[in-house]
């Protein structure tokens, strides 16, 4: 599974450790991430907001799943990468206080076996272990808190 990772960043001073430990946690599960925060910091200095976001979505469309970083919901930019994985019916995970917690994802109208199935390309895939694509089946349920 391939996961993005969305948080606050405008008046955050340590929004970079934060982007980091998410990026090492969902690859320590076995999967891949894209860090914005990371990607984006090469851009140029005379990039604007607009522009961000519109790379952003672009790299938010390459992605099953978007974790949403704890006060995401402050940041515009984050609303708007949720809303378009809502639209999109992604995979919608939520930062919590337990790195490890009992269930560590929220679904958003789809079960983790679709996902895990091989994509129908003709071609034959390898099944993805349900277990390292982050937890159980249940909805309504947040993530891992990265502290």
């Not at 340590?14 to 980091?20: I, M, N, P, R």
């Not at 925060?37 to 979505?57: F, G, N, R």
């Not at 949720?82 to 929220?106: H, P, S, V």
Request: overall charge negative; charged content about 35%.
């Amino acid at each position: 599974m391939k996961v993005y990772i969305s948080g606050a960043v405008t008046g955050i001073d340590d929004y970079v450790e934060h982007f980091q430990k998410a990026e090492r946690y969902w690859k320590e599960q076995g999967n891949s991430c894209i860090n914005p925060a990371a990607v984006l910091s090469m851009m140029p200095e005379d990039t604007t907001w607009e522009q961000y976001m519109k790379l952003s979505i672009d790299m938010l469309e390459m992605c099953d799943a978007v974790f949403m970083l704890k006060g995401w919901r402050k940041s515009c930019g984050a609303n708007r990468e949720f809303g378009y994985a809502l639209a999109r019916d992604m995979f919608i995970i939520q930062e919590t206080d337990e790195l490890n917690g009992k269930e560590t994802i929220t679904y958003h109208e789809k079960e983790i076996e679709e996902l895990a199935a091989p994509k129908e390309t003709g071609e034959k895939e390898e099944r993805k272990d349900p277990k390292k694509l982050g937890g159980g089946r249940k909805q309504s349920r947040d993530g891992p808190g990265l502290k």
